[in-house]
């Protein structure tokens, strides 16, 4: 079981700045309970925030009834997935997300940190053909970037927090929610209970917590797309400055094996 880490040190993006964009660090002005995007790395500056987005609002709306309608499917290779199984992604010890965590987690990802895990990939077809018709799902040069089947044990919670950045929206499509009313997420104070079938679209760069308080597992397909704000020309420099960022890490790594 692989331990996840932070894509990106910000050491390391505090140094980033490639012809096309740019991270600048500034100071943050933050207030402690006040409702507002506070991704924990950095912020691109003029993207429309809501803690969520209606499924019926553009651009969702051009997808979302197709992934919907696709729910029994997914769930069916969800289920032969970890029938097979499906190695756990998600690892406590000496992860961030293990920090915040209480309880039991088990991801099987599909995208992890912008790539296809091929391994998982090739064994859902259905489901990783209605994500690859998405607009704008993240996959690619975009570290913070996951799709994944995410499974939260009775009894757990995972504590308030923020993305790292607000360059993503972050979609739920529930696939197992046996008892809708014990288990539930709060974005920006407003609370929402998962529906089988039924999306929720969200920015995670505002304060979020979730819960299961069942006697079940509660199972969704999550994963991201870049802000709809964002320009096709915006997102290729984006990718051209985390591929700068990731060529430099790997040049500092080599160094240090010689």
């Known amino acids: 079981m692989r331990k996840l880490r932070l894509p990106i040190p910000p050491r390391h993006l505090a140094r980033c700045s490639s012809s096309r964009a740019q991270l600048q660090m500034a100071r943050v002005c933050r207030v402690p309970g006040a409702h507002r995007p506070a991704p924990s790395l950095f912020s691109y500056p003029g993207l429309s925030a809501l803690p969520y987005h209606s499924r019926q609002a553009e651009p969702f709306a051009r997808w979302v009834s197709r992934l919907e309608a696709a729910t029994p499917e997914i769930t069916e290779e969800y289920l032969r997935l ?90 739920h499509l529930p696939l197992l929610v046996p008892e809708p009313e014990t288990c539930g997420m709060s974005v920006a104070g407003v609370e929402t209970h998962w529906r089988t079938g039924e999306c929720t679209i969200f920015d995670d760069s505002f304060e979020h917590h979730v819960w299961n308080n069942g006697t079940q597992p509660r199972v969704l397909l999550l994963f991201d797309l870049w802000h709809h704000d964002l320009s096709a020309a915006e997102i290729a420099a984006i990718e051209e400055m985390f591929r700068e960022v990731e060529a430099r890490g790997e040049k500092r790594r080599g160094a240090k094996s010689d």
């Open 82 to 171: 970890r029938e097979g199984g499906a190695p756990n992604d998600f690892e406590d010890s000496g992860s961030e997300e293990g920090a915040l965590h209480s309880g039991g987690w088990h991801w099987a990802s599909l995208i992890d940190r912008g790539r296809v895990r091929e391994d998982t990939w090739q064994r859902c077809p259905v489901t990783t053909a209605v994500l690859s018709s998405i607009p704008g799902l993240c996959v690619g040069d975009m570290p913070f970037a996951f799709a994944f089947f995410s499974t939260l044990a009775p009894g757990s919670k995972i504590a308030a927090h923020t993305s790292p950045c607000n360059l993503r929206l972050r979609v």
